[in-house]
């Protein structure tokens, strides 16, 4: 099984501004990834957490520090990685199988193959097929799809090289509450298979706690690890999980991490900061046009 161990060394990331001094979005972040660890980074908008993954990716270059893989500073994108976008950026004219085989024309994946790994990669691509469920759609274009049965096929074409590390950008957030159950259990049966080393990034605490073995929390402004949550529910896990004591404690736990970091102790007092600027506003321009009636 392909895996990879990651170390982030006081990485740090800004964004340049035209008039304004630039954005400090990373600040010094340590963190280590174990081999085949699935990995869950969590936190409110604008904590870096996306910016952290795509650095990881090779997407974006970061300013100080280290980001070393499996012995070897990242500098760019690499075979040994693959991502999985939230959009699942499926090629429209190509069909299912020819999605998931797509990695397989590219360059740096055709350079010294033999008619055995070609053999050997059209095997795997049914048997990815199969696991997705999408064995009876593999002649379907994506026009022709649900949400949830494109991001299959996207998790599938990400799979089909046997990366060493999986990079997932809140893939299932943009189903619907019962497909993204199903894609839950999913990928966690594909890990215990592949064994791959995943890190994802959700905005969904109960999701995170469902999916990892830890959690990673970060804090804004600018973004750094708050806190790192070891789960001690298992690599078995079933939806039931959700509705455990010990499973509602933790997630409690991080929701107050986030809120607090986040300048919010609660969700209540967000609303009420909320409502107070709109009743404010909503009374200037009252006064404002009232004023004017009587001119």
């Known amino acids: ?48 957490k996306s910016t952290l993954l795509r650095i990881l990716a090779g997407l974006e270059r970061y300013d100080d520090g280290r980001l070393i893989l499996d012995g070897q500073p990242v500098h760019g994108p690499g075979a040994d990685r693959a991502m999985v ?18 990695s397989r024309q590219l ?12 053999e050997v990669a059209s095997g795997r691509s049914d048997a990815l ?33 046997r990366p060493k590390l999986l990079l997932m950008d809140e893939p299932f957030g943009a ?13 966690r ?16 605490v109960e999701e995170a706690l469902y999916l990892g073995d830890r959690v990673v929390v970060m804090a804004p402004k600018p973004g750094r690890i708050d806190s790192v ?24 736990q991080i929701l107050q991490r986030i809120r607090e970091t986040s300048g919010m102790k609660t969700d209540l007092e967000q609303l009420e900061q909320l409502s107070k600027h709109l009743e404010s506003a909503t009374g200037s321009t009252v006064m404002n046009t009232a004023q004017g009636d009587i001119a």
């Open 107 to 118: 360059k740096v994946v055709r350079d010294n193959l033999t008619s055995n790994d070609v």
């Open 175 to 187: 189903l619907d509450a019962q497909t993204r159950e199903v894609m839950h259990d999913l990928i």
């Open 229 to 252: 949550v070891d789960l001690p529910f298992g690599r078995r896990r079933d939806q039931d999980l959700k509705i455990t004591p010990e499973f509602l404690a933790i997630k409690r």
């Open 85 to 102: 976008f939230q959009h699942y950026s499926l090629y429209p004219w190509l069909t299912v199988k020819d999605n998931i085989r797509f």
């Open 129 to 161: 097929l199969q696991l997705m469920g999408l064995a009876h759609a593999a002649d379907y274009y994506p026009n022709q799809l649900s949400g949830g049965m494109q991001q299959r096929v996207a998790i599938a074409r990400a799979l089909m090289n």
């Open 189 to 204: 049966h594909v890990h215990q298979l592949e064994g791959t080393t995943i890190v994802f990034v959700t905005h969904d």
């Open 1 to 48: 099984m392909a895996q990879s161990e990651v170390q982030f060394d006081a990485v740090s990331k800004s964004f340049a501004r035209r008039s304004e001094p630039p954005l400090l979005v990373l600040d010094r972040v340590s963190l280590r990834v174990a081999p085949g660890e699935f990995l869950v980074l969590v936190g409110a908008s604008g904590c870096g």
